[in-house]
């Protein structure tokens, strides 16, 4: 398979060249008409969809993923399709502002829990919605002293300042997942009003002219330009006098080096907290995401099925995002433990292998098994992927070190012999992420939809109390990365010394300036089998599952709906699922 070629590092001269003209435009975008800014966002999708074959192409010769495979379905979903899908509900939202009339965007979808925090429906919004997310309800939690009645006056604060200056941003793209830089370059621009330079990471340079090719509008009028290079660029570039701020996803390590430096003087500087730079810095960074098993009565359909749910928020992208589930946090007196354990063992032991194109996962995994020799295995027919089946929850590694790989470990808490036991355990897990767990990106929980029911508030108050930006709740929290209308980040409050998943949220297409976190609800079965758990709703097998058949096939065919949305479309999307 013939990988794509990569672009060369841009001279020095060049970004200086590109950092000077987006400065002399920054003040340009920053007060153009938000009809223009609109008239700008919503040919991108046209654009999206006329570039989104090559780049689905491009990407999965990266990722060693051969033609034919459904696992190509990761790359339309995670790529065009996310970008594409971005663009209509933050148009809709610019005509608000433009309109003044942003408390009808959210009229009729907020409510506020017994301790006041108000919520804001985002999804499903819209007849489409209501069809292609079945069975999906996403809200966005604000933070405390938000109220139904202020929250308008918290959105899309930077269209209030009536002559804004602008800015010049540097987002340093991610490697991984293909959308991640063009949504936070969008995010940059539409919601921050900032000129934005993109450095492309070198491990999916090859998807920089794609890239361009997209956004070529924006770079025509002096809104956007692209670098490319390793470190010396980038330091290159968060150093630059012509650069206020930066947005970074990667690790915690990568954002300490760019505010402290390396080495022992950068651990120094970070003991002091004594930053080499004094630019505003906003950051996604992962961790430990765990997924919560509460216990309860499951047939053997239900633990096949959320085995695979489990081993997908694992495994999806060959392991390399920074929200996969990598501890399983179980009940250790939960009857169905073992089945359960089982159950995800035999699935990841029977995915397909593939490639681990990222750099150093080799080593990150070794380093997980010599951490424990006697308990780590390597599944499948090459030893590809790791379970690490009986973690104490004591633990110093698997529970606070990112593998960023294909290892999953599982822990068990005391209780949860049964489903009367269900609440105790749900709070002790809750206390236990919270405090033992490292990162605060995201974190899942799954229940069934009894258990749910008789738990009532209970559940919802360990939810309140979960510090995650995302939470999903039967849905991966990943999922959340898909929703343009929920926001995409650490739970809020990291400090620059200890910065765990970071600070600042993007997505976001509401504006929203105060959220806490978002909280994603999808089905704990699929279509038809939930209608005999209560749960009303058609979903079939979800698309990021790696077990699903037809996710390139749906995946292609839910972009270019998204490019060019017609409900002609929708049947051949709902064929391509039904036998996902």
């Known amino acids: 398979m013939d990988l794509p070629p990569r672009p ?9 060249a590109a950092l000077r003209e987006l400065a002399a435009h920054a003040t340009e975008w920053a007060r153009l008409p938000i009809p223009q800014k609109v008239d700008l966002l919503n040919r991108l999708p046209e654009r999206v969809g006329r570039a989104a074959g090559r780049w689905v192409t491009v990407a999965s010769r990266a990722k060693g993923l051969p033609e034919g495979s459904p696992l190509r379905g990761e790359e339309w979903t995670t790529g065009p399709w996310a970008v594409a899908n971005y663009v209509a509900p933050l148009a809709r939202t610019l005509e608000h502002v433009q309109a003044g009339t942003l408390h009808e965007l959210v009229e009729g979808k907020t409510r506020q829990r017994p301790d006041g925090q108000t919520l804001v ?8 919605d209501h069809l ?85 509008e924006f770079v025509d009028r002096g809104f956007l330009r692209f670098a490319y290079g390793g470190v010396d660029v980038g330091e290159h570039l968060t150093r630059h006098d012509l650069v206020d701020e930066i947005h970074v996803t990667g690790s915690a390590q990568t954002h300490d080096a760019i505010v402290y430096g390396t080495g022992t003087g950068g651990a120094g500087r970070k003991a002091r907290d004594e930053p080499q730079i004094s630019k505003r810095v906003t950051s996604e960074l992962g961790g430990v995401s765990p997924v919560l098993v509460v216990p309860g009565d499951w047939s053997e359909p239900d633990l096949d099925f959320q085995a695979a749910n489990v081993a997908s928020q694992k495994m999806h992208n060959g392991g390399f995002n920074c929200i996969a589930s990598q501890a399983a946090v179980v009940p250790r007196a939960w009857p169905q433990r073992e089945a359960f354990v089982h159950a995800v063992r035999r699935t990841l032991r029977e995915l397909p292998d593939r490639p681990a194109y990222y750099p150093g996962a080799g080593d990150r995994v070794d380093a997980l098994h010599a951490a424990y020799p006697d308990s780590a295995e390597r599944l499948g027919p090459t030893g590809a992927r790791t379970l690490v089946a009986d973690v104490p929850p004591d633990d110093t590694y698997a529970l606070t070190e990112e593998v960023f790989g294909g290892a999953l470990a599982v822990t068990s808490l005391p209780g949860g012999a049964g489903d009367e036991d269900a609440g105790e355990w749900l709070d002790r897990a809750v206390d236990f992420c919270n405090d033992h767990v490292a990162g605060t990106l995201g974190a899942t929980v ?38 343009a209308q929920g926001t995409w980040g650490a739970f809020p409050g990291h400090e620059r010394q200890d910065i765990q998943s970071g600070t600042g949220i993007v997505h976001n297409a509401y504006l929203f300036e105060r959220p806490q976190k978002t909280v994603v609800s999808g089905p704990f079965a699929p279509f038809p089998r939930s209608l005999l758990l209560g749960e009303t709703h058609t979903a079939p097998k979800p698309l990021w599952f790696v077990t699903n058949e037809t996710a390139e096939a749906t995946g292609r065919r839910l972009t270019h709906f998204a490019a060019d949305p017609s409900p002609l479309r929708l049947p051949g999307i709902f064929a391509a699922a039904l036998r996902g």
């Open 8 to 16: 060369a590092d841009t001279p020095t001269d060049q970004i200086d």
């Open 121 to 128: 429906r985002v999804l499903p919004d819209g007849a489409y």
């Open 132 to 216: 292609l997310f079945s069975g999906m309800e996403v809200d966005v939690w604000m933070e405390p002293g938000v109220t139904p009645a202020s929250l308008p006056q918290t959105m899309a604060t930077f269209y209030d300042e009536p002559a804004p200056e602008g800015a010049v941003a540097v987002v340093l793209g991610a490697g991984n997942i293909a959308a991640i830089a063009p949504l936070d370059v969008l995010y940059k621009l539409y919601a921050e009003g900032q000129v934005v330079v993109l450095k492309m990471n070198p491990v999916n340079s090859y998807l920089g002219p794609v890239l361009e090719e997209v956004f070529a």
């Open 446 to 483: 799954l229940i069934h939809p009894r258990t749910l029911r008789r738990l009532g508030d209970r559940f919802w108050d360990a939810i309140a109390r979960l510090r995650y930006g995302t939470i999903g709740v039967n849905a991966w929290s990943g999922v959340g990365f898909f929703i």
